[in-house]
């Protein structure tokens, strides 16, 4: 439980909240409909997703990768990724996601994927070293990985591919 801040103490209702962490994406959008707006304790509890920079560890050790190509396999993909990340130590890539519009309006380097690093200085030293670089003939993104919680496939989270030895 977290206490409201002094400010916003002596305001009416009860200002005290909590995170929660769930199994998957449908279990957190199931609570959010069954509890949202429910009253529970003498006063209606609002429950919705979380918003800013996650505080988890293994969160802020991910890394959106983007302006990838059409790696052919998972096999490809990680070869290139290691080949990027040349230098940290990766400990998970996640399969590699394709742009939402058709393959006709694709053009250039616009696949990504999520890259977990081994500690959050490696994340760090990654963003400032890899972010715009030049690479298969574009600029590769990397970036610290964010959640939305909008759309199935929301941040790639759910099907991490295999687990990367040292680099």
């Known amino acids: 439980m977290i206490s409201p801040h002094e400010s916003t103490k002596e305001k009416p209702g009860n200002h005290h909240y909590c995170f929660v962490d769930l199994a998957s994406a449908s279990d957190a959008e ?8 429910k009253e ?9 997703h979380t918003t800013g920079a996650s505080g988890k560890l293994g969160e802020r050790r991910r890394l959106f990768v ?11 993909t990680e070869a290139g990724i290691k080949d990027l990340f040349e230098g940290f130590e990766v400990l998970k890539i996640s399969k590699l996601f394709f742009p939402r ?23 760090d030293r990654a963003i400032l070293k890899l972010d715009w670089k030049e690479k298969w003939g574009g600029k590769v993104r990397v ?10 496939q ?9 687990k990367v030895g040292r680099t």
């Open 66 to 76: 983007g302006g990838l190509p059409e790696f052919t396999d998972q096999d490809s």
């Open 40 to 48: 529970i304790w003498g006063w209606k509890i609002k429950v919705n």
């Open 30 to 37: 199931g609570a959010i409909k069954t509890l949202n707006g």
């Open 143 to 152: 970036k610290p990985a964010t959640s939305n919680p909008k759309g199935p």
């Open 154 to 162: 929301r941040s790639g989270f759910g099907d991490w591919g295999s």
């Open 101 to 123: 519009e058709s393959s006709e309006e694709r053009e250039g380097s616009h696949c990504y994927c999520f890259v977990e690093l081994a500690d959050e200085d490696q994340t």
